[in-house]
């Protein structure tokens, strides 16, 4: 198996691991996870505070940084298990990974064989008559590394 096989079953395996974090998927509540799981508990922030061991004003900072996305993971983990929750971390892709992937080789492939074409036909050379898709698959599957799709270019 070479390297592109093996990037191309590594984005097929996770994509299967997070279809279903991408269905559930949900906004945060405007005042966090914390507020929230805490007010439906019944939970007073005094009461978090005791059984994270930190004070009363604390746990409105740790509120506050959650809603402002500046909170640390390990404070959210702690939280997390003083509600009696369990922290899940994931990024989680707007599409699949091979979707991707696919747009992001597709852009530099018509990047690259625009310039190809735009250099033949500087030398009077035509161009294939090919189809512009069977093309671009070609270019894609035997011409362009893996690693040239995500470097920046002009």
């Given at each position: ?30 005042k966090g996870w914390i ?68 747009l992001a080789a597709r ?46 270019r002009p």
């Amino acid at each position: 198996m070479n390297r592109r096989q093996a990037a191309a079953l590594g984005r097929r395996s996770l994509d299967r691991v997070l279809t279903p974090y991408r269905k559930a998927a949900t906004r945060r509540p405007p005042k966090g996870w914390i507020r929230a799981i805490r007010d439906a508990l019944g939970m007073t922030a005094e009461q978090l505070a005791d059984r994270m061991h930190i004070t009363q004003p604390s746990v409105q900072r740790l509120e506050i940084s959650e809603a402002e996305d500046t909170i640390q993971l390990k404070t959210l983990k702690r939280a997390a298990e003083a509600l009696g929750c369990e922290l899940v971390y994931a990024l989680v892709p707007r599409q699949t990974l091979g979707e991707t992937y696919d747009l992001a080789a597709r852009q530099v492939a018509l990047r690259e064989l625009g310039r190809i074409s735009h250099s033949m036909a500087l030398e009077n050379q035509a161009v294939d008559d090919e189809d512009d898709d069977e093309r671009l698959r070609r270019f894609i599957a035997d011409e362009l590394d893996p690693r040239d799709i995500w470097a920046r270019r002009p």
